[in-house]
């Protein structure tokens, strides 16, 4: 009962948000979540926060930001992470953010909206954003996430007040966990001078963080007074190589990426780096020559499988990839992306049964996944559950604004799915808010 009323909450928030004419793409992939997560740990702890609970996701956008919606979420521009130079700076920018969440700002905000409505959509921004489509490969997929800039500009805003305040409180963080907070002052100094540019000029972190020199130099002074001294962490330096590492690799062109190998942190990185770039040149033996480098340096490390899984599997070598990606789910079977990933070789392989088996395993880690529901509905759809194929279409349709649609499918799922059953239920919720939205247009 409590999941169908959370899915209807989510829902009506989906339609306040999603408009086409702006979107924003997150870009899902398990390795690169993961190190970020590495990255993110001892801060969130330092902060008093679970790192259980709060996850680190990119955005696809070469310009510098990052943002929290809700107290569970922090976003990172891609840009933002291409553009630092060190892990330290990296874990600055996540301090900041958590500095937010723990600081109460989002909440404080949410109860100042005079619309409850609006509060909920504001805490749903997740639900539409997490789903995953197609476009980049499984590495790095992406969904649309419609905003309403001018209400989205202005929630995401701080003021002077609360920049300070998350500024004392990221650098104790951080002292707090062990590390040099200079990289705080590394990504300050990014955006000096900004502040005298045009807002249409200036980088979206300093439209949504206010930043005035005066800020920069109580910042050093905090800097300055917690005593820690100069240093780089070889762990988070490793982590923040493999996230980077992996997300220019995808990004970049494959040229710009094969020449600057020997930049990468450790040798496994750079094989990491070489297999997405032979790959993204359809050099598949390049790749696997490159990514089996990698594995056999990490042979525990899920992450190096997941990828060398998804290689084979946009190479159209479905049965293998089932049996790399098995592997990689062995070493982590909790990950949902993973358990995605699995799933869809097995569709791919015409493992219909364990692929439905797979996929709804990972539906339970992660059921607003747009790419996941979709690849469920096939699996349903070839083991003869029209219903439950129509009530997952119906879900990730609604997931991705598509309201019009998700009405058809949900009303295709009511008429045959057993009354009163929770995916029957779930799929009343579609309805109800996909007609809703109707009459308010």
């Given at each position: 009962?409590?999941?169908?009323?959370?899915?209807?909450?989510?829902?009506?928030?989906?339609?306040?948000?999603?408009?086409?004419?702006?979107?924003?793409?997150?870009?899902?992939?398990?390795?690169?979540?993961?190190?970020?997560?590495?990255?993110?740990?001892?801060?969130?702890?330092?902060?008093?926060?679970?790192?259980?609970?709060?996850?680190?996701?990119?955005?696809?956008?070469?310009?510098?930001?990052?943002?929290?919606?809700?107290?569970?979420?922090?976003?990172?521009?891609?840009?933002?992470?291409?553009?630092?130079?060190?892990?330290?700076?990296?874990?600055?920018?996540?301090?900041?953010?958590?500095?937010?969440?723990?600081?109460?700002?989002?909440?404080?905000?949410?109860?100042?909206?005079?619309?409850?409505?609006?509060?909920?959509?504001?805490?749903?921004?997740?639900?539409?954003?997490?789903?995953?489509?197609?476009?980049?490969?499984?590495?790095?997929?992406?969904?649309?996430?419609?905003?309403?800039?001018?209400?989205?500009?202005?929630?995401?805003?701080?003021?002077?007040?609360?920049?300070?305040?998350?500024?004392?409180?990221?650098?104790?963080?951080?002292?707090?966990?062990?590390?040099?907070?200079?990289?705080?002052?590394?990504?300050?100094?990014?955006?000096?001078?900004?502040?005298?540019?045009?807002?249409?000029?200036?980088?979206?972190?300093?439209?949504?963080?206010?930043?005035?020199?005066?800020?920069?130099?109580?910042?050093?002074?905090?800097?300055?007074?917690?005593?820690?001294?100069?240093?780089?962490?070889?762990?988070?330096?490793?982590?923040?190589?493999?996230?980077?590492?992996?997300?220019?690799?995808?990004?970049?062109?494959?040229?710009?990426?094969?020449?600057?190998?020997?930049?990468?942190?450790?040798?496994?990185?750079?094989?990491?780096?070489?297999?997405?770039?032979?790959?993204?040149?359809?050099?598949?033996?390049?790749?696997?020559?490159?990514?089996?480098?990698?594995?056999?340096?990490?042979?525990?490390?899920?992450?190096?499988?997941?990828?060398?899984?998804?290689?084979?599997?946009e190479s159209r070598r479905a049965d293998v990839a089932v049996k790399v990606y098995a592997n990689a789910r062995s070493l982590a079977p909790r990950n949902p992306q993973i358990l995605g990933g699995l799933g869809r070789a097995q569709l791919a392989a015409g493992q219909y049964s364990a692929a439905?088996?797979?996929?709804?395993?990972?539906?339970?880690?992660?059921?607003?996944?747009?790419?996941?529901?979709?690849?469920?509905?096939?699996?349903?759809?070839?083991?003869?559950?029209?219903?439950?194929?129509?009530?997952?279409?119906?879900?990730?349709?609604?997931?991705?604004?598509?309201?019009?649609?998700?009405?058809?499918?949900?009303?295709?799922?009511?008429?045959?799915?057993?009354?009163?059953?929770?995916?029957?239920?779930?799929?009343?919720?579609?309805?109800?808010?996909?007609?809703?939205?109707?009459?308010?247009?």
């Open positions: 009962m409590f999941a169908a009323r959370l899915l209807a909450a989510l829902l009506a928030a989906a339609f306040l948000f999603v408009t086409p004419a702006r979107a924003v793409t997150l870009l899902r992939d398990a390795g690169i979540e993961h190190a970020l997560g590495q990255l993110a740990e001892p801060v969130l702890r330092a902060a008093g926060l679970n790192p259980g609970s709060v996850r680190i996701l990119v955005v696809d956008d070469t310009s510098l930001n990052a943002f929290i919606v809700d107290t569970q979420h922090v976003f990172i521009h891609s840009g933002m992470i291409m553009k630092v130079d060190s892990a330290k700076a990296l874990q600055a920018v996540i301090a900041h953010e958590a500095a937010h969440i723990a600081g109460g700002h989002i909440s404080r905000r949410l109860g100042n909206m005079r619309a409850a409505r609006t509060a909920t959509a504001l805490g749903a921004v997740l639900a539409v954003a997490t789903g995953a489509a197609t476009g980049r490969g499984d590495a790095v997929a992406g969904v649309m996430l419609g905003t309403q800039s001018s209400i989205m500009g202005n929630f995401m805003g701080h003021t002077r007040a609360e920049e300070s305040s998350a500024d004392i409180s990221s650098v104790r963080y951080l002292t707090r966990a062990g590390i040099d907070p200079r990289g705080a002052v590394e990504v300050q100094e990014i955006f000096r001078g900004q502040e005298a540019l045009g807002a249409r000029r200036q980088d979206a972190y300093v439209r949504t963080h206010p930043l005035t020199s005066d800020r920069l130099r109580r910042l050093r002074g905090l800097v300055a007074a917690s005593g820690m001294p100069e240093d780089n962490d070889a762990t988070a330096d490793y982590w923040f190589g493999r996230a980077k590492g992996k997300l220019t690799a995808f990004l970049r062109a494959p040229a710009w990426t094969l020449r600057r190998l020997d930049r990468s942190v450790t040798p496994d990185i750079a094989q990491m780096r070489e297999a997405v770039a032979r790959h993204r040149q359809s050099d598949l033996a390049g790749a696997m020559h490159a990514i089996d480098a990698a594995i056999a340096a990490r042979p525990r490390d899920a992450f190096y499988r997941d990828l060398k899984g998804e290689i084979l599997l439905l088996k797979t996929l709804e395993e990972a539906r339970g880690r992660d059921w607003r996944d747009a790419r996941l529901l979709r690849d469920l509905s096939v699996a349903y759809a070839r083991t003869g559950n029209n219903g439950m194929a129509s009530e997952a279409t119906a879900q990730r349709y609604a997931l991705q604004g598509r309201l019009e649609d998700a009405a058809i499918h949900a009303r295709r799922a009511i008429g045959l799915l057993p009354r009163g059953s929770a995916p029957w239920r779930r799929a009343q919720d579609v309805l109800a808010e996909a007609e809703r939205a109707e009459k308010q247009r």
